[in-house]
């Protein structure tokens, strides 16, 4: 078993060059384009720390790093490379700060920036072909200290739709997991209606026009169910609590793009996949992503805190 051996010891040293390299050709796969003029001629001026290209034909200036997930960064790319390479084995932000050398901050943005790219590629492929959809619940508990008192809370549920094109065999050739928005109550009865509505915009959003949707099979939720999809739903809350000791609303559909990402891709083909997104993917800043909620809608006022009594000077 790989995972058993310390990650420090097969974390690739990746050269400058190498970096430089496979990001040039996921940001250009075809060759340069200068971004002004789309002329395929360019000198390379090295005297930056990052590679600037200068097109022949209209001087236009572009860095290698523009234009992808990694642009404005200050970290070197030998550590951006590791970070995608750490992304195969799906491990924590705080431990990818110790294994690359930066700070949690610097580590969190980074694999939600790489999370970022893959959330982008993966809304450019719907499902189509025959289709098996499983609506699901998230949700965990939590302890919290109130003064002294060791409480035990619970994340409300989120509706979750997991979602395949599947072969005749019943194995996945694509996987998706969305995240719906929130029961508006807590009332039991409103939660079938609630997943019914998830379902229909999971398949508004996620399933290609003109694939027979309403011959999707619908698989039944439960903690038994046999299905690839069922296993591989169980998969994915066990790394969410395992790794993360749970994901709240705000970012879950992040981490389930990644779990989706990485079920899908054999070893050999994520990290090439993964420099791609980054290649060809704009990036996100750290306000956008604390400010976001993922298409979730803001908690139902009974939910928020009590408004702060405005205070009175003077
Ligand atoms: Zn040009």
Redesign the pocket.
């Known amino acids: 078993m790989p995972s058993r051996y310390p990650i420090q010891d097969v974390l690739p040293d990746f050269s400058q060059e190498d970096c430089e390299h496979a990001l040039f050709a996921a940001k250009w796969p075809t060759g340069f384009r200068?971004?002004?003029?789309?002329?395929s001629q360019y000198y390379q001026i090295t005297t930056r720390q990052r590679p600037l290209l200068e097109?022949?034909?209209?001087?236009?200036q572009t860095s290698l790093t523009a234009g992808t997930v990694l642009e404005g960064s200050r970290t070197p790319l030998m550590k951006w490379f590791q970070a995608m390479f750490l992304m195969q084995l799906g491990i924590s932000a705080r431990r990818l700060a110790e294994l690359i050398g930066v700070t949690y901050k610097t580590a969190w943005l980074m694999n939600h920036k790489l999370r970022h790219a893959i959330g982008v590629r993966d809304l450019e492929r719907p499902l189509d072909g025959d289709l098996q959809l499983l609506d699901e619940y998230y949700g965990y508990e939590y302890h919290r200290y109130l003064g002294s008192l060791l409480m035990q809370e619970a994340l409300k549920p989120q509706p979750i739709v997991v979602g395949a094109s599947v072969n005749g065999a019943g194995d996945i050739v694509y996987l998706k997991m969305k995240a719906g928005d929130g029961p508006e109550s807590d009332d039991a009865t409103r939660h079938s209606a609630d997943s019914e509505e998830t379902v229909e915009r999971f398949v508004q959003k996620h399933v290609a026009h003109g694939a027979a949707h309403e011959r999707a099979e619908r698989l039944e939720r439960g903690h038994r169910g046999q299905t690839a999809l069922h296993v591989a739903w169980r998969e994915a809350v066990r790394w969410l609590t395992w790794t993360f000791g749970g994901i709240g609303p705000k970012h879950l559909q992040a981490y389930l793009n990644e779990f989706c990402f990485r079920r899908l891709l054999r070893r050999n083909d994520m990290l090439a996949e993964l420099i791609s997104c980054c290649g060809t993917t704009e990036t996100i800043t750290y306000r956008r992503l604390v400010g976001t909620r993922s298409g979730i809608r803001p908690i139902p006022w009974a939910y928020r805190r009590p408004a702060r009594r405005q205070r009175y000077t003077g």
Request: charged share 15%; net charge positive.
């Open positions: 200068c971004p002004r003029c789309g002329h097109c022949r034909s209209c001087a236009h």
